[in-house]
């Protein structure tokens, strides 16, 4: 191996170590949350808004993220953010009331909102077009992918310890890859038209009003939003209601996510063969019949009668859906705009789900069944967008074969 190849391969480790530690952070709360709960005298409500803080942080900064980047450059930007969430996570662990948790939950969203996208254009700026390049893009994805799962072990397991060394963990491998990133991420330049104060783009509105990418936006926000409500409402019937062990309760878990991972790598290639509107859709009624049959069932009939069959229907509607979601957001937009609606669909993502969850969580003061009553009626909101993306998609193609028959006349 050449001193390029080991220097590369050293930076995409740096990089996708990073991308494993800001894709469980969705996740390594969710089990703790009672715990937390119990420690500052919390109702399961007050204790959502730790998620949802984290979602606010992350979605609202998206776009400010690529503002940056472009005007002080990716290393610069990716490394004070690696510091920052190093920081917070450990004022996280250490913090006495839940003003200063929620704080630093907000923090560690705007820091992944600044790294994770800035990952995918360092690997895109330095990594060789082709096969090198494609090859880093899957490894990327796969430890983003993998996250959430390990999120939720990982949450399991140091909960039965402390909550706090599950927030702490974090802090300690984020500045260890800030010290290596000091030395790994190449140096850039900021983008000139940025740099200068320019912010005009007059193609800007053309590309929020795509119906892609507003169809991807809401079914997205639906998907999510479903998948954190149900992980709040599991979270406390598993551990309040059934007496299990965080632990347990991460394992029980682990089907919303292991899809996903397992076929992160091959996704891609799945979509380009079935197509995004085909897999959205079918992503869509796994998903709905998951939440649904958690809604109607749930942990009170046993888990696997209960339970297994409701996360295993989440976990493959995650897995269809997720690429193909992301697919049909950028669908037919300039490479030069591409960042822009990444961003949108991103942000959309997460303000959505934190709303979502927001409104499972007020929900369920007044009991399950409203709570889980929400968790659906989102879920088949989220369908019927697929449903009519894929009627959409089916016109469309008519429309061309047509076009392709008569133009071969």
Not at 45 to 64: D, K, N, P, R, V
Not at 344 to 373: E, F, N
Request: proline share 4%; aromatic share 8%.
């Amino acid at each position: 191996m050449n001193g390029t190849s080991t220097r590369l391969g050293a930076l995409l480790l740096l990089l996708s170590g990073n991308m494993l530690i800001d894709a469980l952070e969705v996740s390594t709360l969710a089990v703790a949350l009672p715990a937390i709960g119990a420690d500052f005298g919390l109702s399961p409500s007050a204790t959502s808004w730790f998620m949802t803080g984290f979602a606010a942080g992350f979605g609202g900064s998206i776009l400010l993220g690529n503002w940056l980047t472009d005007r002080y450059g990716r290393r610069q930007v990716y490394l004070y953010a690696l510091l920052g969430f190093a920081v917070a996570s450990v004022l996280a662990a250490v913090a006495q009331d839940p003003y200063l948790l929620a704080a630093t939950r907000v923090v560690k969203g705007v820091c992944v909102a600044f790294t994770a996208p800035t990952g995918v254009a360092i690997i895109a700026r330095t990594f060789p077009e082709g096969a090198t390049r494609n090859r880093a893009l899957a490894v990327y994805s796969l430890f983003g992918a993998s996250g959430f799962s390990v999120g939720l072990l990982r949450s399991g397991a140091l909960t039965e310890v402390s909550w706090r060394w599950t927030l702490f963990v974090s802090g300690p491998a984020a500045l260890l890859l800030y010290l290596a990133g000091l030395r790994i991420i190449p140096r850039d330049r900021p983008t000139p038209a940025a740099a200068s104060g320019r912010g005009d783009d007059p193609g800007a509105i053309a590309v929020l009003t795509r119906p892609g990418l507003l169809r991807s936006a809401g079914g997205a926000a639906a998907l999510n939003g479903g998948l954190w409500g149900i992980l709040l409402l599991a979270t406390y019937e598993f551990q309040t209601g059934l007496g299990w062990s965080p632990l347990v309760t991460g394992l029980a878990l682990l089907p919303t996510s292991v899809p996903l991972a397992v076929s992160a790598v091959h996704m891609g290639r799945v979509v380009g063969r079935v197509g995004a509107a085909r897999l959205i859709l079918a992503g869509s009624l796994a998903a709905f019949a998951g939440f649904f049959w958690y809604a109607v069932a749930g942990p009170e009939h046993g888990y696997l009668i209960g339970v297994l069959p409701a996360v295993s229907g989440i976990g493959v509607g995650m897995m269809l859906s997720f690429s193909a979601l992301h697919v049909q957001a950028v669908s037919g937009v300039t490479p030069g705009r591409q960042a822009l609606a990444t961003g949108l669909y991103q942000t959309s993502v997460q303000i959505g789900g934190g709303l979502v969850l927001a409104l499972v969580a007020a929900a369920a003061l007044a009991g399950r069944s409203l709570a889980t009553a929400v968790v659906v009626a989102v879920s088949a909101a989220g369908l019927l967008i697929a449903v009519s993306g894929s009627v959409t998609g089916q016109r469309d193609r008519e429309r061309r074969a047509s076009w392709t028959q008569s133009r071969s006349m």
